[in-house]
């Protein structure tokens, strides 16, 4: 195992890669990751694909309490690169809490993220 994943206890940790249902947003696809320990929902990470897959914006991921400070929110964000391997990422905003997570995150394509490159490049 190699990245967030490689931390990850042997809690039987399991990953899905689902659909969610929102309002439409300009043909953009909702789509969801969803954190499964034990048999229990640990967390999500809900995001929306631009219609050519080549741009996604995050709208929301969460662990829930229990389940935090297991690298969970890692694993998921790394699923979301791994499964959009060529796509620009728009990471949203952050709440305190997702501000001291993404600190310590560490962003597997940064070239990627939109937060890092210059508004007229993104609008390309």
């Known amino acids: 195992m190699t990245g967030a994943e490689a931390q990850l206890d042997n809690a039987g940790t399991a990953l899905w890669l689902t659909g969610w249902q929102i309002e439409p947003v300009l043909g953009w696809t909702s789509r969801r990751v969803l954190a499964v320990v034990g048999g229990v ?66 962003d597997p394509a940064p070239e990627r993220n939109i937060h890092n490159r210059p508004p007229q490049e993104w609008a390309q």
């Open 41 to 106: 929902r640990a967390g999500r990470l809900d995001y929306v694909v631009h219609p050519d897959g080549q741009a996604l914006s995050v709208w929301m991921l969460e662990v829930e309490p229990r389940f935090r400070r297991r690298n969970l929110a890692s694993v998921m964000m790394d699923a979301l690169y791994a499964a959009h391997p060529t796509a620009w990422i728009d990471h949203g905003g952050r709440t305190e809490d997702g501000a001291r997570w993404w600190d310590r995150y560490a």
